[in-house]
């Protein structure tokens, strides 16, 4: 009689793949033993898988292993510790927003719920110019902060500007050239992603064209972008789109226009002519891309969105001085009538409505009109402008400005080289009136854009979210499932997913969001946040000690 080893030689030799066969079985057999550690930390089961590719889905199992995508596969049976049956939802890298203004909220709420109640794993600050300078100390600070979010962050040039020349409408000497680019260089070695401008915005309205082109080199040098906050985006929206591919152009790296919107109606339909400039661009070889909201309404401080440039100069101290001087306060005035109808008022006060003022809450939510009500006014664009001046006197506002067309936005949101970006913050829940931005951009888009109006398809909207930022930014590791990134994962139901979130009512969560996963670990399931806080601090390409 054979012994078991011989008679396995003799099914051998006449069937060449059993021996592989068996070897199989028992090494699989020794591997998961009950008592050890199951192959996967968590399986997700039945997903169809949009991957950020922008291919259309395919259905899948996903196991991850610590916080990294382990295996996809169309069935995986291997036992994990937990799993979870999606039961046929969308499964999606987690999104990534390119501009946020997280720095307001992150610390008082680490876990950032209405970013992740939208699918939202990775924040990136220090847009529109403005950031911590230096910016080593922020992200330390962020590093010890436990968090539910990745974040990362720009080197803003108008705060560096501010640090070395000031509030002033003044030409950079040479020394003061090479001190705000050792400042660049600095942020870059700390760890930002590029060089933010907010060329609108006091006082980098101030910095002529090749200032920042210098700028941009020196951030281009260590492998970052340029993206910017125009210098305008009413009439003259096209040259400042033409401004910002120049200084991509010229400073040899990446430029983006950041939140595109066409501001004002007597400028819509102006996206035609930027879009065409923005492919005219990448024609030639100028790596130019676009991010925005989908919104038809921007949100910045009052006093940046009304005032002249000229009288906001050397801060607030000048600015109280000159609406104190009877010959400048009506130059001031005229030029707030003229923005309210123009551009930011979209001609009509009741456009113009406070989102927050420090110094007496019962303001958020009113509008112009009713501001100058309150004051005893007339709801005239006159009397309007009137209260405005007196909500920058009394200590400055946050406001929303409802004046961008429907259509332009929709053609932008489309364009291919326009990712999706919230421009919001981590808001303190029922405080205040802020822009719903900030709790509905990603989840917005699926619902109205993708499902509702059908402008963009899914897949091309999560790859607007996901692995276009991620290529932007150069995070390799994150913005695709595929196995080997990290496990930053969202989980929703195409056909529910909803942003609640009105101008009225800006304080509601999205829905149809059924899981978010940051770095492999469940922040967000059953419409709740769970205690984890596995968020990292993520690090551009300048950085010497390497990035995560
Ligand atoms: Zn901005």
């Given at each position: 009689?054979?012994?078991?080893?011989?008679?396995?030689?003799?099914?051998?030799?006449?069937?060449?793949?059993?021996?592989?066969?068996?070897?199989?079985?028992?090494?699989?057999?020794?591997?998961?033993?009950?008592?050890?550690?199951?192959?996967?930390?968590?399986?997700?089961?039945?997903?169809?898988?949009?991957?950020?590719?922008?291919?259309?889905?395919?259905?899948?199992?996903?196991?991850?292993?610590?916080?990294?995508?382990?295996?996809?596969?169309?069935?995986?049976?291997?036992?994990?510790?937990?799993?979870?049956?999606?039961?046929?939802?969308?499964?999606?890298?987690?999104?990534?927003d390119i501009h946020t203004h997280a720095a307001r909220g992150i610390f008082q709420i680490p876990t950032a719920d209405n970013y992740v109640r939208q699918g939202v794993t990775t924040l990136i600050e220090g847009p529109d110019g403005?950031?911590?300078?230096?910016?080593?100390?922020?992200?330390?600070?962020?590093?010890?902060?436990?968090?539910?979010?990745?974040?990362?962050?720009?080197?803003?040039?108008?705060?560096?500007?501010?640090?070395?020349?000031?509030?002033?409408?003044?030409?950079?000497?040479?020394?003061?050239?090479?001190?705000?680019?050792?400042?660049?260089?600095?942020?870059?070695?700390?760890?930002?992603?590029?060089?933010?401008?907010?060329?609108?915005?006091?006082?980098?309205?101030?910095?002529?064209?090749?200032?920042?082109?210098?700028?941009?080199?020196?951030?281009?040098?260590?492998?970052?972008?340029?993206?910017?906050?125009?210098?305008?985006?009413?009439?003259?929206?096209?040259?400042?789109?033409?401004?910002?591919?120049?200084?991509?152009?010229?400073?040899?790296?990446?430029?983006?226009?950041?939140?595109?919107?066409?501001?004002?109606?007597?400028?819509?339909?102006?996206?035609?002519?930027?879009?065409?400039?923005?492919?005219?661009?990448?024609?030639?070889?100028?790596?130019?891309?676009?991010?925005?909201?989908?919104?038809?309404?921007?949100?910045?401080?009052?006093?940046?969105?009304?005032?002249?440039?000229?009288?906001?100069?050397?801060?607030?101290?000048?600015?109280?001085?000159?609406?104190?001087?009877?010959?400048?306060?009506?130059?001031?005035?005229?030029?707030?009538?003229?923005?309210?109808?123009?551009?930011?008022?979209?001609?009509?006060?009741?456009?113009?409505?406070?989102?927050?003022?420090?110094?007496?809450?019962?303001?958020?939510?009113?509008?112009?009109?009713?501001?100058?009500?309150?004051?005893?006014?007339?709801?005239?664009?006159?009397?309007?402008?009137?209260?405005?001046?007196?909500?920058?006197?009394?200590?400055?506002?946050?406001?929303?400005?409802?004046?961008?067309?429907?259509?332009?936005?929709?053609?932008?949101?489309?364009?291919?080289?326009?990712?999706?970006?919230?421009?919001?913050?981590?808001?303190?829940?029922?405080?205040?009136?802020?822009?719903?931005?900030?709790?509905?951009?990603?989840?917005?888009?699926?619902?109205?854009?993708?499902?509702?109006?059908?402008?963009?398809?899914?897949?091309?909207?999560?790859?607007?979210?996901?692995?276009?930022?991620?290529?932007?930014?150069?995070?390799?590791?994150?913005?695709?499932?595929?196995?080997?990134?990290?496990?930053?994962?969202?989980?929703?139901?195409?056909?529910?997913?909803?942003?609640?979130?009105?101008?009225?009512?800006?304080?509601?969560?999205?829905?149809?969001?059924?899981?978010?996963?940051?770095?492999?670990?469940?922040?967000?399931?059953?419409?709740?946040?769970?205690?984890?806080?596995?968020?990292?601090?993520?690090?551009?390409?300048?950085?010497?000690?390497?990035?995560?």
């Open positions: 009689m054979l012994d078991i080893r011989d008679r396995l030689k003799e099914w051998t030799r006449r069937r060449p793949g059993m021996l592989l066969a068996a070897t199989i079985a028992v090494v699989a057999g020794a591997a998961w033993p009950a008592a050890q550690a199951a192959p996967y930390d968590l399986l997700l089961r039945n997903a169809r898988i949009v991957d950020g590719t922008g291919s259309p889905w395919f259905r899948a199992d996903l196991g991850i292993r610590g916080d990294t995508i382990a295996r996809i596969a169309p069935s995986i049976d291997e036992p994990a510790t937990r799993t979870i049956d999606v039961a046929g939802q969308v499964l999606a890298p987690g999104f990534i403005s950031s911590p300078v230096p910016l080593g100390a922020f992200l330390a600070k962020l590093e010890a902060l436990e968090k539910a979010v990745n974040i990362g962050a720009f080197i803003g040039q108008g705060s560096i500007r501010s640090r070395v020349i000031g509030e002033g409408n003044r030409q950079a000497t040479p020394d003061e050239l090479q001190q705000m680019g050792a400042l660049v260089e600095q942020g870059m070695k700390d760890g930002a992603f590029g060089l933010s401008t907010g060329l609108f915005y006091v006082p980098g309205t101030f910095t002529p064209t090749g200032e920042v082109v210098e700028l941009a080199k020196v951030a281009g040098r260590f492998g970052g972008i340029h993206i910017s906050h125009m210098r305008d985006e009413t009439a003259a929206v096209v040259d400042s789109v033409n401004e910002t591919i120049a200084i991509g152009e010229r400073g040899g790296l990446a430029t983006q226009v950041t939140h595109h919107k066409i501001i004002g109606r007597p400028n819509w339909g102006k996206s035609v002519e930027t879009l065409r400039a923005v492919d005219e661009a990448r024609a030639r070889g100028v790596d130019v891309t676009i991010d925005a909201y989908p919104y038809t309404a921007s949100s910045t401080s009052i006093q940046g969105a009304l005032f002249p440039a000229w009288a906001q100069e050397g801060g607030r101290k000048q600015v109280l001085a000159r609406l104190a001087d009877p010959a400048i306060r009506p130059k001031i005035k005229a030029d707030v009538v003229r923005v309210i109808m123009n551009e930011r008022g979209g001609g009509d006060p009741r456009n113009i409505v406070v989102a927050s003022c420090e110094w007496d809450a019962a303001l958020a939510g009113r509008n112009l009109s009713e501001v100058a009500r309150g004051r005893g006014l007339q709801p005239t664009v006159d009397d309007a402008a009137e209260a405005a001046i007196w909500l920058v006197q009394s200590g400055g506002c946050q406001g929303v400005f409802h004046a961008i067309g429907e259509e332009d936005l929709e053609r932008i949101l489309k364009h291919p080289a326009t990712m999706i970006g919230s421009d919001g913050e981590v808001p303190t829940f029922g405080k205040a009136s802020p822009h719903p931005r900030s709790y509905g951009t990603f989840v917005r888009v699926l619902g109205v854009y993708v499902r509702d109006r059908r402008i963009v398809t899914l897949a091309d909207a999560v790859r607007k979210m996901t692995s276009f930022p991620a290529a932007r930014i150069g995070l390799a590791d994150r913005g695709l499932v595929r196995p080997g990134m990290k496990a930053d994962l969202v989980v929703f139901d195409p056909a529910r997913v909803k942003d609640l979130a009105t101008f009225e009512r800006p304080h509601q969560y999205a829905e149809g969001i059924s899981y978010v996963l940051t770095n492999g670990q469940v922040v967000f399931e059953k419409g709740a946040m769970t205690a984890a806080r596995p968020g990292a601090v993520l690090y551009g390409p300048g950085r010497p000690n390497g990035r995560r």
